[in-house]
């Protein structure tokens, strides 16, 4: 009987042993990316036609970049969670702490990429002070969008927020609304075709370039220069100092991608280095 026990231990640490070294070598931190091929997730607009240049650069030194492009915030980040992407280039810094934070996401940033400053954009009014009671506003649904959207809002006179609320203020955390402005949390993606059902809207500018609407059309936007939310490209901790990852890098922060981006933006996207 003693001696079935004792087999019968040994088979199980065996196993055990076994399996903990298939993890260890299926651990995809452990390995560094490929310097062959890699799959970028971006969202649509400036994020994706920047890479799009890239890719054209990084092909003529053999790099492959297959890039996946998105329509929302979230999806990217769970994809490059699940390693079906190998990096994103989408998010500014505040939004993929609260990314982490939520969702215990294992992610680092390996480099800046763009800021897109916020604008408040209308179809109806030429200046914000021209709100009636009662008007429609909307902001994104995301929790550092919509803080940063109101605070746009805020510093426009608009509306007030209340103080020590940080970067996850909602329409919760409204402590002045004179005009009683109705406030409705939209899909970012969406909110520029709503355009026509809202008196006011926050959009964020790739979504905007998206929808061919230009940042020298908004009411009030965040500073071009100094902007507080760079976007940045982010992986999968562990690979930050991969060597397909500091090749990006350079490609991205040439001296031909930033002239592309200020010819091709004009304002609306910003280099971040």
């Known amino acids: ?83 079906d992407i190998d990096a994103s280039s989408f998010e500014t810094t505040q939004f993929l702490k609260q990314q982490e934070h939520d969702k215990n996401y294992k992610f680092e940033i390996a480099f800046k990429t763009i800021a897109l400053p916020m604008g ?44 020590g609320v940080g970067q996850k203020a909602t329409k919760k955390d409204i402590s002045y609304n004179p005009k009683h402005l109705k406030i409705y949390e939209l899909d970012a993606s969406q909110i520029p075709k709503q355009l026509n059902e809202v008196s006011a809207a926050a959009i964020n500018s790739n979504f905007a370039l998206d929808n061919h609407i230009l940042l020298s059309s908004a009411l009030v936007h965040e500073p071009l220069k100094n902007n507080a939310w760079p976007n940045n490209f982010v992986v999968r901790k562990g690979h930050k100092n991969d060597k397909v990852v500091k090749q990006i890098k350079k490609y991205y922060q040439s001296k031909q991608i930033k002239q592309y981006i200020l010819k091709k933006f004009k304002g609306a996207a910003v280099p971040q280095w």
Request: aromatic share 4%; with cysteine; proline share 3%.
């Open 1 to 83: 009987m003693r001696k079935s026990l004792l087999k019968l231990l040994g088979i199980s640490l065996l196993v055990l042993a076994t399996g903990a070294t298939l993890s260890a070598c299926g651990n995809s931190s452990s390995k560094p990316l490929s310097t062959k091929k890699i799959t970028v997730g971006v969202t649509a607009g400036p994020h994706e036609q920047i890479m799009e240049q890239v890719k054209k650069m990084a092909a003529k030194d053999g790099l492959t970049i297959k890039i996946r492009s998105f329509t929302d915030y979230n999806t990217p980040n769970s994809a490059l969670s699940s390693g």
């Open 120 to 163: 408040i954009y209308s179809n109806s009014i030429k200046n914000l002070k021209d709100l009636k009671n009662g008007d429609k506003i909307a902001v994104p649904n995301d929790a550092t969008q919509e803080a940063r959207a109101l605070r746009i809002f805020q510093s426009a006179g608009v509306l007030k927020i209340k103080k």
